[in-house]
């Protein structure tokens, strides 16, 4: 026993000096972002730089598999985006407005590029989350764009056309909701609190339960569900992990939705545009001329040219009828900036940016 206790506390030993070790590199880190921001300063550049982030990822996933490391690509993303978010607050803490309440799926997307020491601002509406971005009084807005399951988000594409802000990122998360109560027991729960989508997206687990014969209440939000349900005896909440842990209401069930696949994909605005990162996607807005054919015109060239087309859906805003693009490239490739120059009249670029392996 004696010599299992002395190898324990060697092997915390070694742990302690490792930490110690990381603790001083990251702070020498810190030290450099610090003249990094510095610079930036000088030359106005933009401190978030998702092409960057990027290459800086794909070069260490490189590394770790050179030399047969036990960490995956999730799990460096994890370590250092974190890092990366403490960086850019060091060099220039800026708010990010996202589309709320606190606690909410887009607060989650928020989080997973800007960390938590970020200062979040959560908005009412998506169009309040444009307000604040294109009046500086936030840096970075995030707001829904889909749903594989709901499609597109019609707010999101009327401000897109209405306000001069272009996406710099793109997030995509799997959605899962909880059960969460006070109740130890399913049968004490008398009522539940959710949003009308949040239910229909647990009908299954609530049939098997038997918690569909239980009262209903929707709620404007996951998360005011939760709130609700931490105060209220005999009552439930179909809300995110992160709505529950919010309002430290414990979870009886996870990932309780009826479908493993059912993501949504947010995007990121501001007002500056990325440089090239080699592996990046280009979203447009297009509202074409009214003659018969020319939407088939329009989807040859970009055939022709090389560019494979990944989205296109058809939306109506201000009573006209145009369509919302995702292709792969940069709008600054060669083959994109040819077949944007001709029909530059017709298109809005909506931004190009890093795009996600994990997408809808």
Known sequence: MANNEDGLIDLRNQLDNIDDQLLTLIN?????????????????????????????IDRLENLNNQNNGLLNRSAIEALFLEIFAISRNLELPENIAYLGPEGSFTHQAAEARFGAMSAYLPIHSIKGVFREVSSKKAKFGVVPIEN???????????????????????????????????????????????????????????ADTGLDEVEHIPV??????????????????????????LHNLPILFENIEDTDNNKTRFFIVS????????????????????????????LNDFNDAGINL????????????????????????????????????????LGSYVKEINDI
């Open 28 to 56: 020498n880190r810190m030290k450099v972002v610090h003249q990094v921001g510095a610079l930036k300063a000088k030359s106005g550049g933009a401190i978030y730089r998702p092409e960057r982030e990027k290459a800086i």
């Open 220 to 245: 404007e939000s996951t998360t005011k569900a939760a709130k609700y349900a931490v105060n209220e005896p005999n009552s439930a909440a179909i809300c995110p992990h992160v709505g529950a842990k």
């Open 148 to 206: 594989s399951s709901n499609g597109i988000v019609s707010d999101t594409i009327n401000c897109l056309s209405e306000y001069n802000l272009k996406i710099i990122a793109e997030v995509v998360l799997d959605i899962h909701h909880t059960l969460s109560s006070n109740c130890d027991k399913v049968k004490d729960i008398k009522k539940i609190y959710s949003k009308d989508i949040a239910f229909e997206q647990c009908s299954k687990f609530l």
């Open 271 to 298: 007002d500056f545009e990325n440089a090239q990162s080699g592996n990046d996607k280009t979203s447009i807005l297009v509202k074409l001329p009214d003659r018969q054919g020319a939407l088939v015109d329009f």
């Open 310 to 349: 990944t989205k296109i859906k058809s939306h109506i805003t201000g009573g006209n009828s145009i369509f919302f693009i995702d292709f792969d490239g940069h709008k600054d490739d060669e083959n994109v900036k040819k077949v944007l120059l001709k029909h530059s009249e017709s298109v809005k670029v």
